[in-house]
C-alpha cells in the first residue's frame, strides 16, 4: 500500500524553520514522492517538511541539512534566489546551510530559493529548491 502525505510546518518561535533534504541519484529508485531535479541529470529529491510557513518578516531564518543517508556523499555548493536581495547565507558547510530571508514585506507571497547540491562520487551539480512561504498572521 502506498500512502501520500503533504506536511506543511510554520517556524518556531524565534522564527527559524529547519528542511531535512534527502537525495536519489540516477542509479536509485526514489519513493513516489520524491521531487525530479529541475536542473541535474535525473535527480530526485525530497524535503522535511514539505514547505515551511513564516508568520512574521522579523528574523526569519531557514536551515537546511541532509538526511543522515544521504550526508556522506553529498555536499552544499551555494544558494541562489529568484529575488536574491531576500536571501543571505549566513553560513555553510558541506552538510549544514543556514539562510537568513528578508523579502522587506509581510505579504502572503513565496519565497523562491534554489539550492544546489554536489554529488561527490559522479561530480554532478543539481538544484533542489525548497518551498518557502511568507503567510502573515491574519
Not at 512574521?56 to 543522515?68: A, D
Not at 558547510?93 to 554536489?118: C, F, H, K, P, R
Request: proline content about 6%; some cysteine.
Amino acid at each position: 500500500m502506498l500512502i501520500c502525505f503533504s506536511f506543511s510546518a510554520f517556524a518556531t518561535d524565534d522564527n527559524t524553520a529547519t528542511f531535512t533534504l534527502e537525495l536519489w541519484a540516477p542509479d536509485e529508485v526514489p519513493p513516489h514522492d520524491a521531487k525530479h531535479a529541475e536542473i541535474g541529470n535525473s535527480y530526485y529529491y525530497r524535503y522535511t517538511p514539505e514547505v515551511v510557513q513564516f508568520n512574521s518578516n522579523q528574523n526569519r531564518k531557514l536551515n537546511i541539512q541532509f538526511h543522515e543517508n544521504t550526508e556522506s556523499r553529498y555536499q552544499f555548493r551555494w544558494v541562489t534566489a529568484t529575488s536574491p536581495g531576500d536571501v543571505t547565507l549566513l553560513s555553510k558547510s558541506n552538510s549544514l546551510m543556514e539562510i537568513a530571508i528578508d523579502d522587506g514585506d509581510n505579504v502572503s507571497d513565496s519565497i523562491y530559493i534554489e539550492v544546489w547540491v554536489y554529488d561527490t562520487l559522479t561530480g554532478e551539480r543539481f538544484m533542489c529548491d525548497p518551498q518557502v512561504q511568507n503567510r502573515p498572521p491574519l
